[in-house]
Every structure is written in structure tokens, then in C-alpha cells.
């Protein structure tokens, strides 16, 4: 698939609702209700653990601004899991993991990069429901777990790239560390992330010396128009930049 169609598909997906947040919300969260059933693996119990649920979403659930949900925009998508199997092939014929899914963005891209298998992690239920409304628009077929990262058990899965939009740790301190330690324990071949421009060095470090990663290396640096999504923002839309790194771990796991 070449790299406009690519965008172009992506920029047909469903996104998240703005704002999400009520004005007197900022330290808590907002309830919202879903109407319609949503099929996905509660707990990171795989299909080998049979623990796949039909929730209705007719309950209503918490939406958190410290999540920190900004959709990943088809621009900065495509060339992230185009340049992932282009330049590594690590997306075609492999086992690929989006962790924090949100609306799908990343795991759609990869599903349609020919992934073998495509697996969406996120700690929200709306998320997974609009991540599951995407594929089926597009007709793919990605396996959805609701977990929180720090508690993920992907046992009976194995995982060969995990691609991610983490949260940036402004709103939780570390909370981008959580995702790049666990991404970089599941993976047997790469992970793909964005961080910010600002953090190089902090995540570079942490790569190398914390979480036992051989190698991370910023691909390229890009811009995030991050819009105005919540009631604290002053802003219309604040251009960030962004690093797009590639690490290896520092061995691969067997399946």
C-alpha cells in the first residue's frame, strides 16, 4: 500500500468526541454512556484464556483527563507504521500491539499494512468501541483488550512490534515511562513511539539504562498539532514537536 492511501484511509476514522471534559472536571473525570455492544478481552486474557466479553456500553464509565487522549492524526500514523515496515519490516506478516489504542489509529494502519494478527490496548471503554467501529468500517479484523498498561498480562500472545502515541506525562508524571517499560518487556523485535522533542535525552537514557533496551534511535522528528481539547486549554490547536524512536529489545522472546 502506498503512502497517501494509506493517510487517506486513516483519515476517514472515526475520532475521539471534544471536549471530553467538564469545566469543573479537571482533577476528575465525566461520565458518559454508549449505546452500542462492543466485543473485546477484559483483563489481557487472551483467546487462549477464553475471557473475551460482549459489554453493551449501556453502563456508564469514566473518562479521565489524566489519560491524556489526543488522537494520533493520519499524517504522523501513516508515516510512522509506513516508515516501521519500509525501512524494518516490522509490521507485514508480524504480531503487532497498540498500546493505549485509543480510537484505533495505529492498529487500523497496521491491519492494513498486513499485519498478522493486531491487538488494541486501552484503559477506556469509549476508546475501544470507536477502535472497533473503525475496523469494522474498514473490515479488519483486530483483537481489542481493555487493560491499563501497568497491569498488562499478554500471556498466550506472542508480540513482535508494539506501536504507540503514549501519553506525554503532563498530566501524570512518568506515565510515558509506563508505556515504553512495558512496551519494551512484550516486544521480541521493535517498539515504535512518540515522545516529545524535549524528553530526547530522559528517554534515551531510560531506554538504554532502566528498561534494557540495546538500541534507540529517533527516526525522524516531527509535528504534532495537538487541538484544543479540553476546558484548560487556552489554545485553538499548539504545535508540538515530536521524536518518532525505534527501540530494540534486548532479546528476543520465544513464542
Not at 481489542?144 to 506472542?158: A, M, P
Not at 476546558?231 to 524512536?245: N, Q, R, S, T
Request: glycine letters at 8%.
Amino acid at each position: 500500500m502506498k503512502l497517501k492511501q494509506l493517510e487517506g484511509l486513516l483519515g476517514g476514522l472515526t475520532q475521539f468526541p471534544a471536549p471530553k471534559v467538564h469545566p469543573a472536571a479537571a482533577a476528575a473525570a465525566s461520565r458518559l454512556s454508549f449505546p452500542s455492544p462492543v466485543r473485546f478481552w477484559e483483563g489481557g486474557q487472551g483467546k487462549s484464556g477464553g475471557a473475551s466479553h460482549l459489554f453493551a456500553f449501556g453502563r456508564r464509565c469514566l473518562v479521565q483527563v489524566e489519560l491524556e487522549q489526543y488522537p494520533t492524526g493520519p499524517h504522523i500514523a501513516s508515516r510512522m507504521l509506513f516508515t516501521a515496515e519500509n525501512s524494518f519490516d516490522d509490521i507485514t506478516g508480524k504480531v503487532v500491539a497498540d498500546f493505549g489504542c485509543g480510537c484505533g489509529t495505529l492498529a487500523v494502519a497496521s491491519a492494513l499494512l498486513d499485519a498478522e494478527h493486531v491487538i488494541g490496548i486501552d484503559i477506556d471503554p469509549q476508546s475501544l468501541e470507536l477502535a472497533q467501529e473503525n475496523a469494522d468500517d474498514l473490515e479488519l479484523d483486530i483483537d481489542l483488550i481493555w487493560s491499563d498498561i501497568k497491569n498488562l498480562n499478554l500471556k498466550g500472545f506472542h508480540i513482535d512490534t508494539v506501536v504507540m502515541n503514549p501519553p506525554f506525562g503532563t498530566r501524570k508524571k512518568g506515565a510515558d515511562m509506563e508505556f515504553l517499560s512495558m512496551g519494551l518487556k512484550v516486544a521480541s523485535q521493535a517498539v515504535y513511539s512518540l515522545h516529545k522533542t524535549s524528553t530526547r535525552e530522559h528517554i534515551k537514557k531510560a531506554a538504554l539504562r532502566d528498561f534494557n533496551a540495546i538500541r534507540a534511535e529517533v527516526l525522524c522528528e516531527l509535528r504534532y498539532d495537538l487541538p484544543q481539547s479540553y476546558k484548560f486549554h487556552k489554545k485553538k490547536e499548539v504545535d508540538i514537536a515530536v521524536d518518532l524512536w525505534r527501540f530494540v529489545p534486548n532479546a528476543p522472546r520465544s513464542s
